[in-house]
């Protein structure tokens, strides 16, 4: 294949193109009738080399309508369609995947803090290469940053020396399915890890808002989700591999100890008054690192059973938010809102698990099922919902080319039907809305008629990404040079495309990831979950006494403290269960007789009677220590730059909410987003700061791994 690659001409004759195709067809009809025969790195170059070019999508969607059309392949479409679809994830991030020359300037995917230009673009496979390459910059003195998807806005990265990128460092080692642990490379996305999860029936933990970001980068920065029991992903790791700044190949892992100094630094930093309630590991020191410690080469992540999550999104008012949202948190698994800015108006999403996936392999109904108004998200094509009346799986698999390894290859049985599977879930997301339980469709010809009919065609056309992404970055562009008309841009937004309620099912990954839309300046503090409807008040507040106009939307999500050191969810006693008080009981679940269909009446004397009504559900009280979190609100502020042109007053709102959240409610920031902290405020809000300090002068004695962005904030 390698040899045939290298016949992929760079230019547009069409008598070459025909050829190059030729040769394509050729070379994937080999690759997917032999999938066992053809180690994966060897098709590669056909879609990342130099010579494959701007068409490889192109070629890839050819393959695509090959692989549909050819009968004599029928008996390998399904797996075939599973790899195809781990090369379509690496085609979003073609971009960051491609070759820099020495000197080439290197940029995040928002260009936020402006660009670098690294004297040397390295692109190992191996721990081994990275481990030459480490020992060479010991031995010379020059410095070393790593960089993966380029998905954190700000200078994190950059380095004018030499640059790790991960890109080719994306092998999943193994998925231990008895002990539910994926190990991996850190070049490794989300969405590649989740497709290889699920064919064991498992998930990962934690999922930000977009599946493109690498494993290596989100744990190296403490991502998190949404959930007021869900961590920080980095809590979830299990065991990290290092090659520290001698090049040094160190296993870091649950028994790992710590050394003596960072020990006695810890016996200096922790008081009588607050002594944690857990012992402190070198991995959770270890476990949010920002490039700091080293380059992480491989990692492991304890994983949970895959299971349906359900969701319910409606409009709400910011008042209603600030009142119920412990309640909502507290009752789901999953929970956040957006709030629309120059507007009172919000939109909430509450999710529920169901159930771990059943073991039959046959196809389920999954869909989105639109409250009051017509669908408006993706759901799976007609060709795929046809091809599931007849209950083949690889059929559906072949079809569903869009979504090959989601929900549509996912679970469940078509012998029981989607109402029975989903009606306790539905029946528990109802009462936390507050309204009668919605009628789930019954079967799947039911929702394949209601997908196909004309008000949801409509709807869909008209509302796609014409709307959303072409029109919207055109009002938002106007409104650099003329911010007043952003109050009335945001309320046409949230109009358009925050107003109707819908249900959602599908995986975690479908669930809690969405479209992020287009470039942006980003910045999320996290704050204690008790003060965010006090974060609130005083942000809309601010954005009225300063007169700043903003963009849609500021979105407020939910997790639980951990004990990773320089998590910015770190808490003394995160490790504590029963950090919740409740004064009344849960809501009564519906007996069985009423199947579900609980009327508006009954279920308003249940809310009326319940804690829910009366408001009572409260967090613990932050009374152990300063740095005490019972939960963690995490607060995100998004100003897009339609065009790649930045709004003139982005930076002023962001100075202005950071000084607010800093000083009155003890914030701490995301750290691959906007952070201008000095040293002072950095170690005045992580008390573990001196010891990762210590740790990291341990393994980096040079400090080769140290740019501009942490010499801001690392002890001097």
């Not at 200078?155 to 080719?168: G, K, L, P, V, W």
Request: proline share 6%.
């Amino acid at each position: 294949l390698n040899h045939r690659c290298t016949g992929i001409p760079k230019g547009r004759d069409a008598g070459a193109l025909r050829t190059s195709i030729r040769i394509c067809f050729r070379s994937l009809d080999v690759w997917l009738s032999e999938p066992a025969n053809v180690p994966e790195q060897t098709v590669r170059p056909l879609l990342f080399g130099q010579q494959a070019g701007e068409f490889a999508s192109f070629l890839l969607a050819l393959g695509y309508f090959r692989l549909t059309l050819n009968p004599q392949m029928s008996d390998v479409k399904s797996t075939a369609s599973q790899r195809i679809a781990v090369i379509q994830s690496q085609l979003v991030d073609h971009a960051s995947s491609k070759h820099y020359v020495d000197g080439a300037a290197f940029t995040n995917w928002s260009n936020e803090a402006g660009k670098c230009h690294p004297a040397r673009h390295v692109f190992p496979e191996t721990t081994s290469e990275v481990a030459q390459i480490v020992r060479q910059a010991h031995a010379s003195g020059t410095a070393i940053r790593v960089a993966g998807a380029g998905a954190s806005p700000n200078d994190m990265a950059f380095t004018s020396s030499t640059m790790i990128h991960t890109t080719r460092m994306r092998r999943i080692v193994r998925v231990d399915p008895v002990h539910k642990v994926i190990t991996c490379q850190p070049g490794v996305t989300i969405r590649e890890a989740s497709y290889a999860l699920e064919r064991h029936r498992l998930a990962l933990p934690v999922y930000p808002s977009v599946d493109w970001t690498t494993l290596g980068g989100v744990v190296a920065t403490a991502s998190h989700g949404t959930g007021i029991s869900v961590g920080s992903i980095s809590a979830y790791v299990t065991q990290l591999v290092f090659v520290s700044g001698t090049g040094q190949i160190i296993t870091i892992n649950e028994m790992t100890p710590l050394s003596a100094t960072v020990s006695k630094l810890l016996a200096a930093t922790i008081t009588a008054s607050s002594p944690p309630p857990h012992p402190f590991r070198m991995l959770d020191a270890a476990a949010c690192h920002m490039g700091l410690l080293g380059v992480c080469v491989e990692m492991s992540i304890a994983c949970e059973p895959l299971s349906l999550v359900h969701t319910i999104s409606q409009p709400v008012t910011l008042s209603d938010v600030q009142k119920s949202w412990a309640h909502k948190a507290l009752l789901s698994d999953y929970y956040r809102f957006w709030w629309v800015p120059h507007t009172d108006m919000c939109y909430e999403m509450i999710g529920k698990k169901h159930a771990t996936a059943p073991d039959d392999d046959t196809l389920s109904r999954v869909s989105v099922v639109s409250i009051g108004g017509p669908q408006t998200n993706i759901a799976p094509s007609e060709s795929t919902a046809a091809a599931a009346t007849s209950g083949s799986r690889q059929s559906v698999v072949a079809a569903a080319v869009s979504r090959p390894t989601g929900t549509a290859a996912m679970m469940n049985s078509r012998h029981v039907p989607l109402v029975t599977r989903v009606q306790d879930s539905a029946n528990v997301l109802a009462q936390v809305v507050r309204r009668e339980p919605h009628r789930v469709t019954q079967s799947q010809e039911e929702w394949e008629a209601q997908r196909a009919g004309l008000a949801a065609t409509v709807a869909r056309n008209l509302r796609g990404p014409w709307l959303r992404h072409s029109v919207m970055e055109c009002l938002l562009y106007k409104a650099t040079y003329v911010p007043r008309l952003l109050p009335a841009i945001n309320s046409l937004y949230q109009k358009l495309f925050l107003s109707q309620p819908e249900e959602f099912y599908g995986t975690p990954r479908e669930a809690l990831t969405f479209d992020v839309l287009f470039k942006q300046h980003a910045m999320e503090m996290a704050v204690d979950a008790d003060a965010m409807p006090a974060v609130m008040d005083a942000l809309k507040t601010m954005i009225e006494r300063e007169s700043l106009y903003v963009h849609f939307t500021v979105e407020v999500r939910f997790s639980k403290s951990d004990k990773v050191w320089m998590s910015p969810a770190f808490d003394w006693v995160a490790t504590r269960r029963a950090r919740r008080t409740r004064t009344a009981p849960l809501l009564v679940a519906p007996s069985p007789t009423s199947q579900g269909t609980t009327t508006a009446a009954s279920l308003g004397a249940r809310l009326s009677a319940s804690a829910f009504a009366q408001h009572s559900v409260k967090l613990a009280p932050s009374a152990e220590s300063p740095q005490h979190r019972s939960s963690t609100a995490w607060i995100g502020l998004v100003m897009f730059k339609p065009y790649g042109v930045s709004d003139p007053m982005w930076e002023k709102y962001y100075r202005a909410f950071e000084s607010l959240v800093t000083g009155k409610f003890g914030g701490r920031h995301h750290w691959s987003k906007y952070n201008t902290w000095t040293e002072a405020e950095t170690a005045q809000a992580y008390p573990m700061l001196p010891a990762f300090d210590a740790m990291r002068r341990e393994m980096d004695p040079k400090g080769l791994f140290v740019n501009d962005w942490a010499r801001r904030w690392l002890p001097k």
